[in-house]
T-cell receptor, first 111, second 114 residues
Framework: DQQVKQNSPSLSVQEGRISILNCDYTNSMFDYFLWYKKYPAEGPTFLISISSIKDKNEDGRFTVFLNKSAKHLSLHIVPSQPGDSAVYFCAASAPGYALNFGKGTSLLVTP | KAGVTQTPRYLIKTRGQQVTLSCSPISGHRSVSWYQQTPGQGLQFLFEYFSETQRNKGNFPGRFSGRQFSNSRSEMNVSTLELGDSALYLC?????????????FGQGTRLTVV
């Protein structure tokens, strides 16, 4: 049972434009959400997170938005750069439980 | 400080064999989680160990097992390997608060079953 869903397997964006990656979750107990970035043959690296008490968190070019009522979060990358091309995983957790990951969205930023 | 270390990086095994993978977490981290990554399936949670006890478990058959030692190092064992077990196995460690907070991943062990 997939509790964290990333419905877009892939996304292609032009360099300099905004990339928006979406994630939905079903478990209302989740209270902490994270985005990870993964290059081939490497482990995922932490990108940005948000607690359920917030609706926005920003770190440089990366902003995560959380809509608790819709059980939806999104990652915005502005401006997108070719080095951002990677697979992005959304993850969610509830207290005392391990991270629950989506299937990932492969982002391609073209020059 | 040193990151999460997984050994070996690559492994080729034959169907029916067993395999043991190792993970050394970041110093001071007591939570270690294991994930399986296969194409199109994302990161599927195997189990989490916290202070030598299995705290959470995913939906994998009993052929998949693990343990954690007093120094927080963890091992994962897969017995009676099947072709479908071919995957990237990732280990993640979390801070003193345990699993569910920001996790730091190792580079993974690429297991190929032939």
């Amino acid at each position: 049972d997939q509790q964290v869903k990333q419905n877009s397997p892939s996304l292609s964006v032009q360099e300099g434009r905004i990339s928006i990656l979406n994630c939905d979750y079903t478990n209302s107990m989740f209270d902490y959400f994270l985005w990870y970035k993964k290059y081939p043959a490497e482990g995922p690296t932490f990108l940005i997170s948000i607690s359920s008490i917030k609706d926005k968190n920003e770190d440089g070019r990366f902003t995560v938005f959380l809509n608790k009522s819709a059980k939806h979060l999104s990652l915005h990358i502005v401006p997108s750069q070719p080095g951002d091309s990677a697979v992005y995983f959304c993850a969610a957790s509830a207290p005392g439980y391990a991270l629950n990951f989506g299937k990932g969205t492969s982002l391609l930023v073209t020059p | 400080k040193a990151g999460v270390t997984q050994t070996p990086r690559y492994l080729i095994k034959t169907r029916g064999q067993q395999v043991t993978l190792s993970c050394s977490p970041i110093s001071g981290h007591r939570s270690v989680s294991w994930y399986q990554q296969t194409p199109g399936q994302g990161l599927q949670f195997l189990f989490e160990y916290f202070s030598e006890t299995q705290r959470n478990k995913g939906n994998f058959p009993g052929r998949f097992s693990g343990r954690q030692f007093s120094n927080s190092r963890s091992e994962m064992n897969v017995s009676t390997l099947e072709l479908g077990d071919s995957a990237l196995y990732l280990c993640a460690s979390s801070g003193p608060g345990g699993g569910g907070t920001e996790a730091f991943f190792g580079q993974g062990t690429r297991l190929t079953v032939v």
